[in-house]
């Protein structure tokens, strides 16, 4: 409840002198870190992996139990009521914002970094707020990423971060902005496909908030829903009658509900130990589904606790999301974005809250009247506040106030009717907030089964129509499942051989996975089926374009022109062509209407910059470029050309030099316009080396990165150079996390297999590509012509046994390639777990199964993955002491949802 019968403006800290422009900048912090281990080195390959889908990233599970004072880079922005610090080498993840009234933090700094197996690829840590696209936990959330930083004429200023996925290629960038004068974290998210392929993509922004058993979890809902919609429970007191708003109430393991039948706008927490919380604001028709997690405060609760931070502190996640739960995705069609917007407002003193704006923070309760709690994001001066009988005013006062200050004020005499409507107008009479006690926009509660919810039939293979085949394989894609989703198109179009759908769908996927010649034949069935389909035209183009035909590739994509969702990327696609072609002009009038029809595509403001650079047309170019770079001040390309037009940016270097995927991706922008000579130089750059250089584990420099050097020289054959020594050095160097998924390095790698038909380099990685597309018989090729070139390569035999086994289902070819892995590529830990995997198929004696183990050259540091399966040998023999004695001294990374009690479950 409010205290003060009629304390009308409480002063928490002295008003702000002025409005001084907001403060960015660059610094560094030490903070307590675990020890990271090195990645894994062997490529975590779709045709192994049954939920997560991580490839061509490597894994990093390797985590330990060692703390070191770490320094991180910062970005820091501070006005005057907020300071906020994003850390650009953690997934560009705010790491704190600080209320600098109260000084509390808004969000969850833990004070160490500490790391457990949950995000997709590994290694996360709990703190402030985590950007989660196009999955959960995504492949950087722990990683260095590309940012800025910049300022207005406003005065406001901003930190921008993003990345470039390289599973699909897409882009997610994330400003979050403070402006002079105001209380609010303003966050803008922009999600975009810059590539020529439907991709499949959802979001959610997890924000960290440090609670405590008494905390207050604030959602303006009555009905929540389980992952996979399995359950629609009550909210805040569910069935089973637990108040679930209070996270020491969280007896029974993690809780993780997503809002349901609520379109209200707000959430937040509040925490009656330290009078403050946090809002978040978002239009619901903007960024519509909410979420509230917590680790629980159970035994295996208080066990997360220790195993992510050092001090046994507990936070809660409030999350945003576009759809309405963490199992459903969506799909970005090319070139295709979505922008959305978020604010995070500091709340103290006013008891909780009810009603959140962009404007202010308002809290109503009931006791002994009526209470009143009020703060602003922004000064009001000559404002209103009113309480409404209906539309009879009970009382009217007027409010002037800041942001540092808030508004407390009990009412006693206030009639005890039943709803009352609380109001806040500024001077001009706009309304900053308002709220009728007990009202919000629910759906009606008939439209809800409250309970377990039914479940979705499953048909049988045999019994599936055309439409249950086509939403099975939808369903699949959406779930990353593109392997699988290939495969039961193919099953459908065995029994409906007609299916004008299925053919598109099937050929439509088939250009996903690089499988060109398999996409032409569904396709053009389609197209004799029907005659004028844009999204079939598209995708035939673009399988042409894949088999090295462009004349026949431009005729089908002009047949898609008419497309309205698909028009921008064909249009950029045949600019493209053009311009490889030479004719520069007409490229760049393409591009340009490209623009028209999508104005936020920043690879076709790319194109249309280094096009009017190339056609002699520098200022046009530079005012393009500025343009460009506000719309998307994180773009590498964008900053070369800022340096081919006479900028100065030592930066990009360093930031270049931190990934070679980034100069990979920089170059193919020019080879995409046939601009050889500027992907060349990007190429063959020198870049910086040492403790000053910020990227993943165990990264080589793009100088000695093998992918780079055989782009290289593929532009200079480009360019009617020799590129036979870049050839023969990318030959020489370490294939060490090194896992090539561009379509574009298909002609590469076979260029540079045409120029050294020896070069096992080229073979290994050119086999890695195609079984990322799933085309295991060719991947078998390549490697077995790499095996027999040069035997030693790493990872060479764990790929092709593991191959054999699963996707060719020869598993006594395996066993040999596998044995033969033990002694060249001894230090393998997956060439010992496919050997054990082997043995087990062929059913031999366990016995022999711990003699294969037993192989791993260094005992006395066996990885914890081989002493799980030695563990596991060993009991099957009936040696249970020496299984157990596997297990003295060792630490083992704490893994979601891994529990003291066996219980498992999905976040």
Known sequence: MILGAALLVTTIHAAPAGRA??????????????????????????????????????????????????????????????????????????????????????????????????????????????????????????????????????????????????????????????????????????????????????WWTNAAVEAWDDSKLIYPMELTASHGFTEVNTWPVALDGVDLSRPGNHKKGPVSLFSHGSREAFMGVYHPRTRAGIAHYADFSELPARKVWSWGADADGLDWRKALSDNGSAEVEIQAGLFRNQETYGFLEPQEGVRFHELWMPVRDIGGFVRVSPDAVLNVERGGGLSLGLGVTRAVANGRLRILDGSRVLSEEAVSMTPDQVFVKRYPSIPPA???????????????????????????????????????????????????VLALGESQEREGKLLAASVTYGDGLARHPGSFRLQKAAGRLAVGLKRYDEATFPLLKAEALVSNDAEVEYYLGLAFLGLGDPLFARNHLERALPSGVLRPAVLTELARLRARDGDLEGALAQTQAAIRERPGSVRAGIFEVALLRRLGRRDEASARLAFWQRED????????????????????????????????????????????????????????????????????????????????????????????????????????????????????????????????????????????????GRAVAEWEEARRLQPGLPILHRNLGLTLLHAEHEPERALEVLREGTRADPENVEVYQALDQVLGVLGRAPAERVAALDAFPRPQALPAALVFKRALALVETGQFDEAKRLFAGRFFAREEFGTNRGRSGSR
């Open 21 to 202: 422009a907001v403060r960015v900048v660059a610094g560094e912090e030490t903070i307590p870190t675990y020890e990271e281990g090195p990645p894994d080195l062997n490529p975590p390959f779709d045709v192994f992996a049954s939920g997560r889908f991580n490839y061509p990233y490597a894994m990093r599970e390797n985590l330990t139990d060692r703390r070191t004072p770490r320094v991180w880079r910062t970005l820091t922005l501070e006005n005057e009521y907020l300071r906020a610090t994003v850390l650009p080498d953690l997934g560009g993840r705010l790491w704190r914002c600080t209320d600098k009234i109260n000084g509390q933090s808004m969000f969850y700094a833990n004070p160490t970094l500490k790391f457990a197996n949950v995000a997709y690829r590994g290694a996360w840590a709990t703190f402030g707020i985590e950007f989660n696209f196009p999955v959960s936990h995504n492949w950087v959330t722990s990683s260095p990423v590309d940012y800025a930083t910049t300022t207005d004429v406003d005065g406001s200023a901003a930190i921008v971060v993003g990345n470039i996925d390289l599973v699909y290629g897409m882009q997610w960038r994330v400003e979050l902005r403070l402006s002079p004068g105001r209380a609010a974290l303003e966050q803008t998210t922009t999600l975009y496909n810059r590539t020529d392929l439907r991709h499949r993509f959802y």
């Open 633 to 776: 001040p994180t773009s590498s390309t964008l900053r070369n050309e800022a340096v081919i037009l006479g900028r100065t940016d030592a930066e990009l270097w360093l930031h270049l030099a931190g990934d070679p995927q980034r100069v990979i991706e920089a170059a193919v922008d020019y080879m995409e316009i046939g601009a050889w000579d500027d992907a060349a130089v990007l190429l063959e750059r020198q870049y910086p080396t040492g403790d000053h250089v910020h990227g993943e584990p165990g990264m080589p420099a793009p100088q000695d990165h093998p992918e780079v050097g055989y782009y290289l020289g593929y532009c200079r054959d480009k360019l009617g150079q020799s590129g036979l020594s870049a050839f023969e050095a990318a030959s020489r160097m370490s294939t060490a996390y090194v896992f090539p998924q561009r379509a574009s390095t298909l002609p590469v790698l076979r260029r540079a297999i045409e120029a050294i038909p020896k070069d096992a380099t080229a073979r290994l990685l050119l086999g890695s590509l195609y079984l990322s597309g799933g085309m295991a």
């Open 418 to 468: 039943a709803r009352y409507t609380v109001e806040v107008l500024d001077g001009s009479g706009r309304r900053l907030i308002a709220h009728t006690e007990g009202l919000y926009d629910f759906a009606p509660r008939s439209e809800a089964k409250v309970g377990p919810q039914e479940p979705l039939r499953v048909e049988k293979p045999e019994e599936r129509t055309e439409s249950d």
